[in-house]
């Protein structure tokens, strides 16, 4: 009653705001970026090389690798370019959160994203489309650290893992739809018009980072703020000169002037290696990103060479529609039942570590005995129950992420996270696997070979079952802000006040 009675004299707020409907952009938001990877990876888009056979005939060359003449690797470098800026990108994004506005820092990154897609259909050979993947990857960088810390923060306490498993079930679900929709762009019209479609997607949403009234993170003070967060980090307002509330004077200055001084770029810096070391200490946080690293491993290399080696294997001539209708299915399906799952399981990291060492375990199982035969529909069936329990693991894996570190710690975890599975997983695992079939040229056995890394996941991941875990989510929440300075926040999310 009393919380009620305080929401009633906040400042108004859009009607239309609330925290189910953040979450629903930010899944569109994360759709819309993982259709671009897929639409690269499909037939369509990505195309083939010309090829001459020993009679002398010749066929011309289609899409992205018949327009430049890649090779296999180079044709890989493109699938992985992205991640260049996004590895870069993502830690700096992080650190800039702790002195500007995260809500702020997304709109930045998904303008940049979308200036950057719409370079990569007007690209005129491999630099220069290689060039704009990797500005996509710095585009994404943003969005890719924040937005699941401010899911956490809105999502119900019992249903946290679910929404995760709702924003993550994007990730299977636009590559599925990128190899579909690059299919089609890419034969009705050309691979260029795939690019052009996305950046026009996502520009209303790069322009509502900026209009809109920003968000307030967890664990942060915010540039130009004069209220008050609800951490203990922040629970004095953010003037330099304002006592806190119990007289003593804020020690953190997250000013802008400071911040680009050279004092404070130093500070940042400072900031930045502390917070990483406490990263690489944390046994549960290292343990959950090796296997993490694993895993991604073999999804990023089934998700670009999937629909060439499902052509080639079983001669399927709609592989792109083939994958992607396998991987829409059971990877909405899967990834939301992970999430249902751990909530049911109770959402706690030693839980988390159970279900992840189990799904990726049998689903390993399913998807190498899927290569092994011969018969179509025997592969599909399998290889369907396989990414129906890989994909199970989204909502736990980014869980541990986010509740075993300190709240102002989550945007690193998730950038460190981010970085880590891509520069030892998914960026190598795409040009790595080009070269294996270069060389042996069977495509069944780079599919195995490919497949029993998903072992080394599951073996790692038990591991964090025996390790000490805490959740360490209200660790930085246990000052309340005052009445009095309550009476002076604006609320973030009028669903979460009127529940209060």
Same mark, same amino acid.
């Given at each position: 009653?009393?919380?009620?009675?305080?929401?009633?004299?906040?400042?108004?707020?859009?009607?239309?705001?609330?925290?189910?409907?953040?979450?629903?952009?930010?899944?569109?938001?994360?759709?819309?970026?993982?259709?671009?990877?897929?639409?690269?990876?499909?037939?369509?888009?990505?195309?083939?090389?010309?090829?001459?056979?020993?009679?002398?005939?010749?066929?011309?060359?289609?899409?992205?690798?018949?327009?430049?003449?890649?090779?296999?690797?180079?044709?890989?470098?493109?699938?992985?370019?992205?991640?260049?800026?996004?590895?870069?990108?993502?830690?700096?994004?992080?650190?800039?959160?702790?002195?500007?506005?995260?809500?702020?820092?997304?709109?930045?990154?998904?303008?940049?994203?979308?200036?950057?897609?719409?370079?990569?259909?007007?690209?005129?050979?491999?630099?220069?489309?290689?060039?704009?993947?990797?500005?996509?990857?710095?585009?994404?960088?943003?969005?890719?650290?924040?937005?699941?810390?401010?899911?956490?923060?809105?999502?119900?306490?019992?249903?946290?893992?679910?929404?995760?498993?709702?924003?993550?079930?994007?990730?299977?679900?636009?590559?599925?739809?990128?190899?579909?929709?690059?299919?089609?762009?890419?034969?009705?019209?050309?691979?260029?018009?795939?690019?052009?479609?996305?950046?026009?997607?996502?520009?209303?949403?790069?322009?509502?980072?900026?209009?809109?009234?920003?968000?307030?993170?967890?664990?942060?003070?915010?540039?130009?703020?004069?209220?008050?967060?609800?951490?203990?980090?922040?629970?004095?307002?953010?003037?330099?000169?304002?006592?806190?509330?119990?007289?003593?004077?804020?020690?953190?200055?997250?000013?802008?002037?400071?911040?680009?001084?050279?004092?404070?770029?130093?500070?940042?810096?400072?900031?930045?290696?502390?917070?990483?070391?406490?990263?690489?200490?944390?046994?549960?946080?290292?343990?959950?990103?090796?296997?993490?690293?694993?895993?991604?491993?073999?999804?990023?290399?089934?998700?670009?060479?999937?629909?060439?080696?499902?052509?080639?294997?079983?001669?399927?001539? !709609? /592989?792109?529609?083939?994958?992607?209708?396998? &991987?829409?299915?059971?990877? =909405? @399906?899967?990834?939301? %039942?992970?999430? +249902?799952?751990?909530?049911?399981?109770?959402?706690?990291?030693? !839980? /988390?570590?159970?279900?992840?060492?189990?799904? &990726?375990?049998?689903?390993? =199982? @399913?998807?190498?005995? %899927?290569?092994? +035969?011969?018969?179509?529909?025997?592969?599909?069936?399998?290889?369907?129950?396989?990414?129906?329990?890989?994909?199970? &693991?989204?909502?736990?894996?980014?869980?541990?992420?986010?509740?075993?570190?300190?709240?102002?710690?989550?945007?690193?975890?998730?950038?460190?996270?981010?970085?880590?599975?891509?520069?030892?997983?998914?960026?190598?695992?795409?040009?790595?696997?080009?070269?294996?079939?270069?060389?042996?040229?069977?495509?069944?056995?780079?599919?195995?070979?490919?497949?029993?890394?998903?072992?080394?996941?599951?073996?790692?991941?038990?591991?964090?079952?025996?390790?000490?875990?805490?959740?360490?989510?209200?660790?930085?929440?246990?000052?309340?802000?005052?009445?009095?300075?309550?009476?002076?926040?604006?609320?973030?999310?009028?669903?979460?006040?009127?529940?209060?």
């Amino acid at each position: 009653m009393i919380r009620d009675s305080i929401s009633s004299t906040l400042a108004p707020q859009p009607s239309w705001f609330t925290a189910k409907r953040l979450l629903a952009i930010f899944c569109i938001i994360n759709l819309l970026n993982y259709v671009d990877r897929g639409a690269i990876a499909s037939n369509g888009v990505n195309g083939k090389r010309s090829e001459c056979t020993k009679s002398g005939t010749c066929s011309s060359g289609s899409g992205i690798q018949g327009d430049f003449d890649l090779n296999n690797f180079q044709d890989g470098v493109i699938s992985s370019a992205f991640m260049v800026g996004l590895l870069l990108a993502s830690p700096i994004f992080a650190s800039l959160a702790k002195s500007v506005n995260p809500f702020r820092l997304i709109g930045v990154g998904l303008t940049v994203w979308t200036f950057a897609t719409a370079g990569c259909g007007l690209s005129i050979n491999f630099w220069s489309i290689t060039i704009c993947r990797m500005m996509v990857g710095v585009g994404e960088a943003s969005f890719i650290s924040l937005a699941a810390p401010f899911i956490d923060d809105n999502a119900p306490v019992d249903q946290k893992t679910a929404w995760l498993g709702i924003f993550y079930m994007c990730i299977p679900t636009g590559i599925a739809v990128g190899y579909v929709y690059g299919g089609l762009v890419g034969s009705l019209l050309n691979w260029r018009w795939a690019f052009g479609i996305e950046a026009l997607l996502m520009l209303p949403f790069a322009i509502l980072g900026f209009v809109m009234k920003p968000l307030q993170l967890k664990g942060f003070s915010h540039t130009g703020s004069k209220r008050p967060s609800t951490s203990v980090q922040t629970s004095c307002t953010e003037a330099v000169t304002s006592p806190c509330q119990d007289g003593s004077s804020q020690t953190r200055n997250d000013s802008m002037d400071d911040s680009i001084s050279a004092p404070g770029i130093l500070n940042q810096f400072t900031r930045f290696w502390m917070d990483m070391k406490v990263l690489l200490l944390d046994k549960v946080y290292v343990v959950n990103i090796l296997g993490y690293i694993a895993y991604n491993f073999v999804i990023g290399a089934y998700s670009y060479w999937g629909p060439k080696a499902g052509y080639y294997i079983y001669h399927m001539n !709609n /592989a792109d529609l083939m994958f992607g209708g396998i &991987t829409i299915i059971c990877g =909405i @399906f899967g990834t939301l %039942a992970g999430g +249902f799952i751990l909530d049911r399981m109770t959402n706690t990291i030693s !839980n /988390a570590f159970k279900l992840l060492s189990v799904a &990726t375990f049998f689903g390993a =199982i @399913f998807c190498f005995s %899927a290569f092994c +035969f011969k018969s179509l529909y025997a592969f599909i069936a399998l290889f369907a129950i396989g990414e129906l329990l890989v994909f199970a &693991t989204q909502a736990p894996v980014n869980y541990v992420c986010l509740h075993c570190v300190k709240p102002s710690m989550r945007p690193l975890s998730m950038a460190m996270s981010t970085v880590s599975i891509h520069i030892f997983g998914d960026v190598p695992s795409s040009p790595l696997v080009g070269v294996l079939q270069d060389h042996i040229n069977n495509w069944r056995v780079t599919a195995l070979v490919l497949t029993s890394v998903l072992f080394l996941a599951s073996g790692i991941w038990v591991i964090g079952i025996f390790l000490h875990s805490v959740d360490r989510f209200n660790e930085e929440n246990e000052l309340q802000v005052s009445v009095a300075d309550r009476s002076n926040t604006i609320p973030l999310l009028g669903e979460t006040t009127q529940s209060l």
